[in-house]
């Protein structure tokens, strides 16, 4: 994988870049969608490419490992000819999902993690090594390091501990990653994980560990996991000054538009998060001039296309008025139609972001668009 930065802004950290693979380039900043489970839900592959104008998908460790299992994936040549994706493809570890089960028997050990499947109850074991090996399997261009995702509030004791063992477990990571090779002719990159929950000292000392291992590009965990926003932009702009500024920085799980304008004027080049998708099925659509239920009796007789200032069939053609009806039909079609709006929009966002650090106006532009997209219409 080849990172380079294209242009910076003179009034933030904000930057533009690409990132090239085996599969693609990908333009940076850039949201990625998310596909658990090897799919974008209610999204196909086509929309997806033409509409959303993904560059890149996210799959999970946790997810593909439990069902379909790495035997149907490792016969059908991997996750990309297994969905049908041809551009890149960024695995997470599993991590996240280990730290969502606890309370479930999870147990977290120097060695690994033991856990019940969320499916049927059947316990299964993550080890570093053994993430590194599922992951091979799945066939991710980007690939994540195993690691503990602490909880919010968390004692400092523990954020220390989890952090270091989090180090400890990077070492095996990269030593198994290094010493093994791609299953499927294409080549994957390996990114470390900083952790140490909200305090300063820890996330510096996390940063400049992950830093020193000098991989192809960096991640940021631990956040948004119910620590105000503030919180979470401190800890982020703390790290970006420590990671390598030629080498790709990925906020992991975020968030609202109003968090990745501010991530990105943080130096953060990649975004995921389930939100657009999740909230979509909710009827919350995220549009260029706010936030909208697309539920409330308000839209009933509104004809108006659902957000005529985005590009896009979903959002020009359908109307606010037949969506509502759909969503409170629950016919299928409505979750699509906004599943669609909602990734289009977060694509749209990070090009506008992109073109306006290419200008030299983000910082303005940024701070009106922060404010402008949290209103709720």
Excluded at 168 to 193: N, V
Excluded at 227 to 254: N, S
Excluded at 284 to 290: I, Y
Aim: net charge neutral; aromatic share 10%; with cysteine.
């Amino acid at each position: 994988m080849k990172f380079q930065i294209e242009n910076t802004d003179p009034n933030s950290k904000a930057r533009t870049g690409k990132i090239q693979t085996d599969h693609g380039e990908i333009l940076t900043p850039i949201f990625m969608p998310v596909g658990t489970a090897g799919t974008v839900k209610a999204v196909h592959q086509k929309e997806l490419k033409e509409e959303i104008k993904a560059q890149i998908i996210l799959g999970n460790t946790y997810h593909l490992y439990l069902r379909p299992g790495l035997d149907i994936l490792e016969k059908a040549g991997g996750l990309h000819k297994f969905n049908g994706w041809d551009k890149p493809i960024l695995t997470d570890s599993g991590g996240y999902q280990v730290y969502s089960l606890a309370g479930t028997g999870r147990k977290i050990k120097e060695d690994g993690v033991t856990f019940k499947s969320h499916i049927d109850g059947s316990t299964h074991f993550f080890s570093p090594e053994g993430v590194m090996d599922i992951q091979r399997v799945i066939g991710g261009d980007i690939i994540m390091a195993f690691d503990e995702c602490t909880p919010f509030p968390c004692e400092y004791g523990y954020a220390r501990e989890s952090m270091e063992m989090t180090h400890r477990w990077l070492k095996r990571c990269c030593d198994r990653f290094d010493a093994t090779e791609s299953k499927y002719g294409y080549s994957q990159t390996l990114f470390p994980i900083v952790q140490g929950s909200v305090y300063k000292d820890l996330r510096v000392k996390s940063a400049e560990v992950i830093a020193s291992f000098e991989r192809e590009g960096n991640a940021i965990g631990g956040l948004s996991v119910g620590e105000p926003a503030e919180q979470m932009y401190e800890m982020a702009d703390l790290v970006t000054d420590i990671l390598p500024k030629d080498k790709p920085r990925y906020l992991m799980g975020v968030g609202t538009p109003a968090n990745i304008l501010e991530g990105i004027a943080l130096g953060i080049d990649m975004f995921d998060c389930v939100m657009p998708t999740r909230n979509a099925r909710n009827g919350t659509l995220f549009t260029t001039e706010g936030v909208m239920n697309i539920r409330n009796e308000k839209w009933k007789a509104d004809f108006s296309p659902i957000d005529a200032g985005l590009g896009g069939n979903n959002s020009t053609f359908y109307t606010k008025a037949y969506l509502r009806h759909l969503m409170k039909a629950d016919e299928l079609l409505g979750s699509m139609i906004a599943s669609v709006h909602n990734l289009t929009f977060y694509l749209w966002l990070v090009g506008e972001a992109r073109e306006h650090i290419k200008n030299g106006t983000f910082r303005a532009w940024k701070d009106i668009m922060v404010v402008k997209l949290m209103q709720k219409m």
